[in-house]
């Protein structure tokens, strides 16, 4: 049972989780990572879980940088392998609470075959996928989330391919707890964060974010994609998941909220139960 602290904490208290040595940071102005980072921060700090055991695990990527600027243990491994390096992790140490952070590229696209299979074995981690369109650190190539008729560095006139429904994607491999939400509503996504760390299995969340290299490409500024977002964006927890794409028509809808929470049993809490049974030693 969780025993979160209610109160927000104060500016001291997050700063002396945050690597303040290593600033400035790599994050260009406008991005909406730092947003989900502070969030991040505030939620572990209000968790019931002693700070030695949150870790952050990221691939490549300006998402991926997460792990530099916050004092946890971290570790920033290989592009689009923060999935398999946490399940490892996890298995071996089951007292963690591992916190993936990942763009859009990185966990969907280069990533995505350790993305379904993870879901697939419900493994027991926290995935926060920030989704900015494209690959952003190499320029704003186009990959598996880049919505339709968006351009891109490798889709100058306009992007031909569908994009995935993340959350339908996730909900349907069966993780049982599944969000969205958008940089616009930090309160929701502390509260998720805190939400997804009591979870027995794969908990996704999705955060929608400007990228200053995608609004360039397609001739806005950020401050419009933050406008546009907040014009759009509906919250709607009980939505119908086929009804959650992301498109570029300025007349639909972009539907947030925390679609599943389900209880279903890790591979971890199996994996355990079944050595346990077998009379093993985990430390042999
Ligand atoms: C195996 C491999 N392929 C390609 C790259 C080059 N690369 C570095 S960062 C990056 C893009 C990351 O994009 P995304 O995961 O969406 O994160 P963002 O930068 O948008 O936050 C790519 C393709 C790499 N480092 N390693």
Redesign the pocket.
């Given at each position: 049972m969780s025993r979160e602290i209610l109160i927000t904490p104060s500016i001291d208290e997050i700063k002396s989780l945050m690597r303040v040595e290593r600033l400035p940071h790599i994050w260009c102005p406008s991005c909406g990572?730092g947003i989900v980072a502070k969030a991040y921060v505030e939620a572990v700090l209000r968790s019931s879980i002693p700070l030695d055991k949150h870790v952050i695990v990221s691939?490549?990527?300006?998402?991926?940088?997460m792990p530099g600027y916050i004092k946890l243990d971290g570790y920033h491994v290989?592009?689009?392998r923060a999935i398999p390096f946490s399940v490892g992790l996890k298995s071996v140490n089951p007292e963690l609470e591992v916190t993936i952070f990942?763009?859009?590229?990185?966990?969907i696209?280069?990533g995505g075959n350790h993305f379904i299979h993870s879901i697939r074995r419900n493994d027991d981690i926290n995935v926060i996928m920030?989704?900015?369109y494209?690959?952003?650190?190499?320029g704003g190539?186009y990959?598996g989330?880049t919505p339709p008729g968006s351009r891109t560095l490798t889709s100058p006139y306009g992007h031909l391919e569908h994009n995935f429904n993340m959350p339908l994607l996730a909900a349907t491999l069966g993780a049982p707890y599944v969000a969205r939400w958008t940089v616009l509503h930090y309160r929701q996504i502390v509260d998720t964060l805190l939400e997804m760390f009591n979870v027995d299995g794969f908990a996704f969340l999705e955060v929608i974010s400007p990228?200053i290299?995608y609004t360039d490409m397609n001739r806005m500024e950020s401050i419009e994609f933050m406008r546009d977002l907040r014009r759009r964006v509906v919250i709607d927890n009980d939505a119908d998941l086929s009804d959650l794409s992301i498109s570029m028509d300025p007349d639909t809808r972009i539907v947030v909220g925390k679609f599943v929470n389900r209880e279903s049993e890790s591979f971890q809490t199996r994996y355990y139960r079944l050595i346990k049974k077998l009379g093993g030693d985990l430390d042999g």
């Amino acid at each position: 049972m969780s025993r979160e602290i209610l109160i927000t904490p104060s500016i001291d208290e997050i700063k002396s989780l945050m690597r303040v040595e290593r600033l400035p940071h790599i994050w260009c102005p406008s991005c909406g990572i730092g947003i989900v980072a502070k969030a991040y921060v505030e939620a572990v700090l209000r968790s019931s879980i002693p700070l030695d055991k949150h870790v952050i695990v990221s691939g490549i990527g300006c998402s991926s940088r997460m792990p530099g600027y916050i004092k946890l243990d971290g570790y920033h491994v290989i592009h689009g392998r923060a999935i398999p390096f946490s399940v490892g992790l996890k298995s071996v140490n089951p007292e963690l609470e591992v916190t993936i952070f990942a763009g859009d590229g990185d966990l969907i696209t280069i990533g995505g075959n350790h993305f379904i299979h993870s879901i697939r074995r419900n493994d027991d981690i926290n995935v926060i996928m920030i989704n900015n369109y494209i690959y952003g650190m190499t320029g704003g190539q186009y990959g598996g989330t880049t919505p339709p008729g968006s351009r891109t560095l490798t889709s100058p006139y306009g992007h031909l391919e569908h994009n995935f429904n993340m959350p339908l994607l996730a909900a349907t491999l069966g993780a049982p707890y599944v969000a969205r939400w958008t940089v616009l509503h930090y309160r929701q996504i502390v509260d998720t964060l805190l939400e997804m760390f009591n979870v027995d299995g794969f908990a996704f969340l999705e955060v929608i974010s400007p990228c200053i290299v995608y609004t360039d490409m397609n001739r806005m500024e950020s401050i419009e994609f933050m406008r546009d977002l907040r014009r759009r964006v509906v919250i709607d927890n009980d939505a119908d998941l086929s009804d959650l794409s992301i498109s570029m028509d300025p007349d639909t809808r972009i539907v947030v909220g925390k679609f599943v929470n389900r209880e279903s049993e890790s591979f971890q809490t199996r994996y355990y139960r079944l050595i346990k049974k077998l009379g093993g030693d985990l430390d042999g």
